[in-house]
């Protein structure tokens, strides 16, 4: 399994970023993806998750109404549009990946691939 995250860079303060996941290597459709971040001097967080197979969508709620996940499973990908963007949304941004269905897709632990993160930096 191999995931590409892309769709990084420098934005203000209430603008907005897409970012894309690509992902290799699997029967894409069978998998949960998720994005985590991490900003600087913290810990990894959950951000979202598309369950495998429409099982629903999730949000931290520190996200929830600015970032929408979404996935195509034609092309193997997965989006998160990220509006209204705060400083504190600074971080790299990591997709990740899981076989079937995830009961806790918050847990980074549940994961077993990852990309290798993508830089957004929003500044105020």
């Known amino acids: 399994v191999q995931l590409q995250a892309s769709g990084g860079g420098l934005v203000q303060a209430g603008g907005s970023l897409r970012l894309s996941c690509a992902a290799s290597?699997?029967?894409?459709?069978?998998?949960?993806i998720a994005w985590f971040r991490q900003a600087p001097g913290k810990e990894r967080e959950f951000v979202a998750a598309?369950?495998?197979?429409?099982?629903?969508?999730f949000y931290a709620d520190s996200v929830k109404g600015r970032f929408t996940i979404s996935r195509d499973n034609a092309k193997n990908t997965v989006d998160l549009q990220m509006n209204s963007l705060k400083p504190e949304d600074t971080a790299v941004y990591y997709c990740?990946?899981?076989?079937?269905?995830?009961?806790?897709?918050?847990?980074?632990?549940?994961?077993?691939?990852w990309g290798q993160g993508t830089l957004v930096t929003v500044s105020s």
């Open positions: 990740a990946a899981a076989r079937n269905r995830l009961v806790a897709v918050s847990v980074q632990s549940n994961y077993a691939d």
């Open positions: 290597g699997l029967t894409f459709d069978h998998y949960t």
């Open positions: 598309t369950r495998d197979r429409n099982g629903g969508i």
